[in-house]
């Protein structure tokens, strides 16, 4: 969830496709603390952000355009071991 560039490969068939794959151009909107970080992701087929929140939560938001929908994409990741 982390990696946007993922969806190509990852969900070839479904909800993306191989022969969509192309550079994600990701810029850091802030520093990157211990409390976690945002990305912003623009040029590509959608704009959006990824943003994790420590210890353990994922949330990416994508903009399908002023005429289709949007989406986010929670994630709560928890560590069963060490």
Do not use: M, Q
């Not at 068939?13 to 970080?37: C, D, H, M, Q, Y």
């Amino acid at each position: 969830v982390l990696d946007p560039a993922h969806l190509p490969f990852t969900h070839d068939g479904t909800i993306s496709r191989r022969s969509a794959a192309a550079p994600v151009n990701l810029k850091l909107t802030g520093p990157l603390e211990p409390r976690g970080f945002r990305l912003e992701r623009t040029g590509h087929a959608s704009n959006g952000s990824v943003s994790f929140i420590a210890p353990h939560h994922v949330l990416a938001a994508t903009e399908r355009g002023a005429d289709e929908y949007r989406d986010w994409n929670c994630v709560y990741a928890l560590p069963l071991g060490p």
